[in-house]
């Protein structure tokens, strides 16, 4: 199965794309927590993604197209499925990831469209907060960690994303409505669209995403 999620920034892809990967056995592949990586690592890819990624515009579809053809590659092996969270972002980035799929004799199952207003992402990209080491993602408001501030898992003090400064959410989502949202006709021409309301609680977002993970579950 391969899962593709698409959405404006804070719309809670990456929320979902977590409690899948905690339900069944899946391979994650997020765009956005792949590039963050390089960059920490100071890695020569890290180094040409990061001004792209602090002034709110797309990496250039080469560079993550690569990323993606190597972590695909790197885990294939698993026969698990696959949820594609933040990519494709771009018509070409979906067009190559077809050609890979096709090499390896298989085709996207669904691609979630999360929709919700601006105002209301935008609360919940101020009140994100993320772990620095596991990249897990809080809300100081609507997913709170046990401790004040402070990671479950890791027990480290969480950070904010330096892209969560509101004049850059605004700059990613201008960006969304133009060159992502027109995947949402790409896929919908081939039948493999699901919009999922996204405004309401992450329980029963998660409820209607598993309903449909389950109806295509071979
Ligand atoms: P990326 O990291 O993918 O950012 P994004 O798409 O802008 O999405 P976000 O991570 O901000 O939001 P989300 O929808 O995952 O929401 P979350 O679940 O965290 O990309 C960052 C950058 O990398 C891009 O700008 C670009 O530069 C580059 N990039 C990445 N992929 C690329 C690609 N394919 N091509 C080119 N460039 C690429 O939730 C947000 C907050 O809300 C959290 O605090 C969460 O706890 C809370 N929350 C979640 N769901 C709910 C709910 N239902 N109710 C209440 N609160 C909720």
Not at 112 to 119: I, Q, R, T
Not at 134 to 157: E, G, S, V, W
Not at 162 to 191: A, G, M
């Amino acid at each position: 199965m391969f899962i593709v999620f698409i959405g404006p920034p804070g719309v809670g892809k990456g929320t979902q794309a977590n409690m899948l990967v905690e339900k069944y056995p899946m391979v994650k592949i997020s765009t956005g927590d792949l590039l963050r990586e390089s960059i920490r690592d100071k890695s020569v890819l890290g180094e040409r993604a990061k001004g792209f990624m602090e002034r709110g515009e797309l990496v250039p579809d080469a560079l993550v197209i690569d990323l993606v053809n190597e972590k695909v590659n790197s885990t294939a092996a698993s026969g698990k499925s696959y949820i594609f969270d933040g990519f494709p972002r771009t018509i070409e980035q979906a067009k190559e990831l077809d050609n890979l799929l096709e090499s390896r004799s298989s085709k996207i199952s669904v691609a979630v469209d999360f929709s919700m207003d601006e105002e209301e992402r935008i609360e919940r990209l101020s009140g994100r907060r993320m772990c620095p080491s596991c990249q897990r993602t809080y809300h100081i408001k609507f997913a709170k960690p046990k401790n004040d501030l402070t990671c479950d898992a890791c027990n480290i003090p969480l950070v904010q994303r330096s892209d969560d400064d509101e004049s850059v959410i605004r700059q990613r989502s201008s960006v969304y409505w133009d060159l992502t949202r027109p995947l949402l006709d790409f896929y919908r021409k081939r039948n493999l669209l699901q919009t999922i309301d996204a405004s309401r609680n992450i329980d029963l977002v998660f409820s209607d995403l598993d309903r449909f993970i389950q109806k295509i579950k071979p």
